[in-house]
């Protein structure tokens, strides 16, 4: 029985992925091919979720995960594990044979990697033609996109909706963008593919479970990343590819676009920042899923010749037959051949097609440090030195190495440099025959590895993501509701988060928070102390006059808070009262602190001026007399003689003596009622 080969084609959304899984499921034994290791991790959970551990195994550049009994296999297009002999093979993300640095490699299962039973190739129909000419027997099924997928034009970062991912093609761009929301919305998760899995994943899951409502993201989310995203923004349109800057291509813009709007929820994308408008017909080119179709596809020779280095730069050198095939550019493993072919003392030691096909395997080290292509080189002649002289890379000296990279401390682009170059040693580990002890030295790099994975994540959130502003803007946009907790102190947090001080009845934002925080502590104050001012305001007018007090300034105490002031009323024994209350607080609660500071200031002053409030009101006194009497009252009961000088000649021995029982002394200097001299009234003259 002939073996079944379809090619499964169609734009993002449309679950080929998902149904390549099944169909591997269906056979015993199954191999699948991803394009990001980051991918390959995803599909692996997946598959063991179904199946077990013991079932799955994982094997990329750097990770390899086999139980002894696997019967499916989870890897990048590059580590596609030769000589299996399974059931089942896909290959997914096929459109990436044209890419001009993996593309030979995509090019090369294509044409070579089959299952005893079924193949499947996964990717954009812009492969139908090419695929229907290099494999003619294929079968072709074209899946539909589940969602529609919108443009919407440019949008200000600042009015970016919730559920976005904004895609740039820079680290510096990244980390500038991710800094812009974490100082406007609260933060953003980050995924690059230079990134470990468990740093990826660990930032991923802040954005699937709301922690984040953004995510800034390079072109590694175009490849089979399934994310919860509504909205993807570019916020450039070019990118470097390894020689210089290009712009990116309809179909690579619709690869990236096509990831909003996963299943059947519609999608938009659009730009922002300084990226330009799309024109009308790459627009309409993405909305309607019609690309220009692949042509030429990638190629470089498979069939390997060994016998000395010439021979195999020779043969890597081979141009294709087929039409459809072009020849690759040189890639990063033929430019490192072709550098250690001109040291002469190494050239001495590849006498057999043994030791020039380890020569081979050495310079396929993928260059993950990224310092020079000088310093590459010269770490895949040390190894390949130390594997022709005893066989194996010295236990000491990888020790050392992986050593210098196990140390959690430093910023991102330290901890993310270090992860790099463990990324390497990593790879090592992988190779066959490299090292001695090689499983305990996978488990030892795969540690150092993690160990910096989960302190990238954590300088990652630190710098990127303002917690506080993240979860309070997030509850405020849900409407649920916010409950401020108020410590002895006064300080205010709301779901655990400190946003400032409750002083009274007067709210200060934290000092701490810059301009774009203080607006949303200031709404989310806003909300949540309403149910404390109220609370607040029912204790106090409930308190009992010995908690409130007033300051020689006039100011109004309630214990050590200010919660008012006496300023100037109708009279000065009828005081006006200024409360200090937030606006936030409402009318009702600053109308009841009002009435009970009256209740306090009446009373205080009716018990410290009652001798001076009665004299005033005493309708016997005649009519000169009493208008001494309102003068004293409204000096509270002490004046200078001079003021009243001349009322004080008028009056009669009778007037003065009818003073004198209400307490009135006449001094050479100074008029005044003997029992306002003492403490009480005296602090009420204020």
């Known amino acids: 029985m002939s073996s079944r080969i379809c090619a499964v084609l169609g734009p993002t959304n449309t679950g080929k992925t998902h149904y390549a899984i099944e169909r591997m499921l269906a056979y015993q034994t ?5 394009p990001l290791r980051l991918l390959a991790r995803e599909v692996y959970d997946r598959v063991v979720a179904k199946r077990g551990s013991e079932a799955v195994a994982l094997v990329t550049g750097e990770e390899r995960i086999v139980p002894p009994r696997a019967r499916y296999w989870i890897s990048t297009v590059e580590a596609m594990p030769r000589g299996l002999a399974t059931e089942f093979v896909a290959i997914d993300e096929v459109q990436l044979c044209a890419d001009p640095e993996r593309g030979h490699v995509f090019t090369d299962r294509l044409m070579n990697m089959r299952g005893l039973s079924e193949t499947l190739f996964l990717g954009s129909d812009t492969m139908w033609g090419a695929i229907s000419k290099l494999v003619p027997e294929a079968e072709f099924m074209r899946r539909d996109r589940f969602s529609e997928l919108i443009y919407t034009g440019s949008r200000k970062i600042s009015r970016m909706r919730p559920q976005s991912a904004i895609v740039s093609f820079s680290v510096d761009s990244v980390y500038s963008i991710a800094e812009l929301l974490r100082r406007q919305k609260g933060g953003a998760a980050v995924v690059m593919g230079a990134l470990s899995p468990r740093t ?32 993807v923004a570019f916020s450039g349109l070019s990118k470097f590819d390894g020689r210089g800057m290009r712009n990116l291509m309809p179909h690579e813009l619709a690869q990236i676009a096509g990831r909003a709007g996963r299943y059947q929820n519609k999608g938009s994308f659009g730009v922002t920042g300084e990226a330009r408008l799309l024109p009308d017909e790459v627009v309409e080119a993405i909305e309607s899923h019609r690309f220009a179709p692949i042509k030429k596809l ?5 069939d390997l010749r060994f016998g000395s280095v010439g021979t195999l730069m020779a043969s890597l050198d081979q141009r294709p037959q087929n039409p459809v095939l072009v020849k690759a550019r040189d890639a990063r493993d033929y430019l490192t051949l072709q550098s250690l072919s001109q040291d002469a003392v190494l050239m001495g030691r590849t006498g057999d097609a043994r030791v020039v096909q380890k020569l081979w395997d050495v310079c396929q080290l993928p260059d993950f440090r990224q310092v020079s292509h ?90 990127f993501v303002d917690r506080r502003t993240s979860v309070l803007l997030r509850r405020l946009k849900q409407k649920e509701a916010l409950v401020a907790e108020v410590n002895t102190n006064g300080e205010v947090t709301v779901e655990g988060e400190y946003i400032g001080k409750l002083s009274g009845f007067r709210f200060q934002l934290d000092k701490t928070a810059d301009a774009d925080q203080q607006k949303t502590l200031r709404s989310a104050a806003i909300v949540a102390l309403q149910p404390e001012f109220s609370l607040r305001s029912d204790r106090f007018y409930n308190a009992p006059d010995v908690e409130f007090d007033f300051t020689e300034q006039g100011g109004l105490m309630w214990g050590e808070h200010a919660v008012g002031k006496l300023v100037k009323g109708d009279s000065v024994l009828a005081p006006r009262i200024e409360v200090f209350v937030d606006d936030e607080a409402g009318p009702d609660v600053a109308e009841k602190l009002r009435r009970r500071l009256n209740h306090f200031i009446a009373r205080k002053i009716t018990a410290a001026f009652e001798p001076l409030i009665a004299m005033r009101d005493d309708e016997a006194l005649p009519g000169l007399a009493k208008g001494v009497a309102f003068r004293l009252a409204e000096s509270l009961g002490v004046i200078p003689r001079s003021v009243i000088s001349s009322d004080i000649k008028a009056l009669d021995q009778d007037q003065r003596g009818t003073l004198r029982k209400h ?24």
């Open 200 to 231: 990826r994943n660990a930032q991923v899951e802040m954005y699937q479970n709301g922690d984040v409502d953004y995510l800034v993201a390079t072109d590694a989310i175009g490849m089979g990343l399934n994310l919860n995203i509504d909205h």
């Open 298 to 302: 990638q190629w470089r020779n498979a």
């Open 374 to 463: 000088g310093e590459h080189v010269a770490l895949c002649g040390q190894i390949f030195e130390f594997l022709t002289d005893s066989g194996r890379i010295p236990a000491d000296w990888f020790a050392e190495r992986v050593k210098q990279m196990d140390k959690t401390h430093g910023d991102i682009d330290s901890l993310s440099k270090r992860l790099a170059y463990i990324r390497t040693w990593t790879y090592v580990t992988n190779r066959n025959g490299w090292l001695d002890d090689v499983d305990t030295w996978r488990d030892e790099t795969r540690a150092v590895e993690d160990r910096l994975s989960d302190a990238l994540h954590l300088a990652l959130t630190k710098r």
């Open 30 to 34: 199954g191999v699948i091919g991803l």
């Open 663 to 686: 307490g009135i002394r006449f001094g050479q200097y100074t008029i005044f009622h003997h029992l306002m001299l003492k403490p009480a009234p005296t602090r009420l003259r204020l």
